[in-house]
Nanobody
Framework: QVQLVESGGGLVQAGGSLRLSCAAS????????MGWYRQAPGNQRELVAT???????NYADSVKGRFTISRDNAKNTVYLQMNNLKPEDTAVYYC???????????WGQGTQVTVSS
């Protein structure tokens, strides 16, 4: 059993910043990959950023240079620092994790990020 608990969403003006956190708990014996996806109304869920156990990162083109993903392996926690937010970043942000390559996809409950213009 795995639980992912997100925090840090909210309402911010364009140009502002937010930091999301996601803590994993339960049967965590390894963390193959952690990351963030988002889903805006009427859109499919899309990749925002991921980080592997070895520290390799991957970002969507739309957030490169503005968002930074990081992880604290000791705390089984992944962070997403979001700077220079834009109205088009408005979405529900979901934490994502796999403990190993062939693991099931594990998802958090989602946290709302709203950017006003």
């Amino acid at each position: 059993q795995v639980q992912l608990v997100e925090s840090g969403g909210g309402l911010v003006q364009a140009g502002g910043s937010l930091r999301l956190s996601c803590a994993a708990s339960g049967s965590i014996f390894s963390l193959y990959i952690m990351g963030w996806y988002r889903q805006a109304p009427g859109n499919q869920r899309e990749l925002v950023a991921t980080v592997t156990g070895g520290g390799r990162t991957n970002y969507a083109d739309s957030v490169k240079g503005r968002f930074t993903i990081s992880r604290d392996n000791a705390k089984n926690t992944v962070y997403l620092q979001m700077n220079n937010l834009k109205p088009e970043d408005t979405a529900v942000y979901y934490c994502y994790m796999k403990r190993y390559r062939n693991d099931y996809d594990h998802w958090g409950q989602g946290t709302q990020v709203t950017v006003s213009s």
